[in-house]
């Protein structure tokens, strides 16, 4: 069983940065695809990033240019750094680990998440 859980959250004034990290246990993460996904309140979750087996990154368009992820296999661990953070940044973050290597933009074809993080940008 694979568990996942976020760190670095917490509230940033708009154009601070924050770093989020998401630590596994259970099963090696350099051979799946991971997410990052999001959700504001009364509103659906919806993809952020994504990195393949093959470190190859993925963004939504609003976050492209500011938020970068990124993966350390050594320590089992992945990460969304944002930049330049923005009061429509504001969500809870959650990161999600596939069971294949490719990517998705899909929350469902994603089999482990993690609890949430919060990350809340004032203006």
């Known amino acids: 069983q694979v568990q996942l859980v976020e760190s670095g959250g917490g509230l940033v004034q708009a154009g601070g940065s924050l770093r989020l990290s998401c630590a596994a246990s259970?099963?090696?993460?350099?051979?799946?695809?991971m997410g990052w996904f999001r959700q504001a309140p009364g509103k659906e979750r919806t993809f952020v990033a994504a990195i393949t087996s093959s470190d190859n990154s993925y963004y939504v368009d609003s976050v492209k240019g500011r938020f970068t992820i990124s993966r350390d296999n050594a320590k089992n661990t992945v990460y969304l750094q944002m930049n330049n953070l923005k009061p429509e940044d504001a969500a809870v973050y959650y990161c999600a680990a596939r069971t294949v290597g490719t990517l998705s933009y899909s929350s469902r074809t994603y089999a482990y998440w993690g609890q949430g993080t919060q990350v809340t940008v004032s203006s």
């Open positions: 259970g099963r090696t993460l350099s051979s799946v695809a």
